[in-house]
């Protein structure tokens, strides 16, 4: 089992900036991808920012310019800065992470965290 925690949402106001944080733990070999996907209210979850195991990236059109993936491989985890919020940043944010369990075998994860709520108001 892998289980994933985020940190470091909240309240902010328009403008501002948060970061959050995701970090695996568990059965790990190697992490292929992590990623950061959103949920609005009455809205279907969506990408926000993947990153992969060369870190290589990718955006959703709404963050470009504005969020920034990164990741530390010695610690599992996955940063999401988030400048220059709008309130339709409001959301909770998801951490997803897949990759591969044991080096003797093919099985995999892939897994969610439990979410973080991030509201932008003033």
């Known amino acids: 089992q892998v289980q994933l925690v985020e940190s470091g949402g909240g309240l902010v106001q328009p403008g501002g900036s948060v970061r959050l944080s995701c970090t695996a733990s568990g059965r790990i070999f190697r992490i292929n991808n992590m990623g950061w996907y959103r949920q609005a209210p009455g809205k279907q979850r969506e990408l926000v920012a993947t990153?992969?195991?060369?870190?290589?990236?990718n955006y959703a059109d709404s963050v470009k310019g504005r969020f920034t993936i990164s990741k530390d491989n010695a610690k599992n985890t996955v940063y999401l800065q988030m400048n220059s919020l709008k309130p339709e940043d409001t959301a909770i944010y998801y951490c997803n992470a897949d990759g591969r369990t044991s080096p003797f075998d093919l099985r995999t994860f892939a897994s969610w965290g439990q979410g973080t709520q991030v509201t932008v108001s003033s």
């Open positions: 990153i992969t195991s060369d870190d290589s990236t």
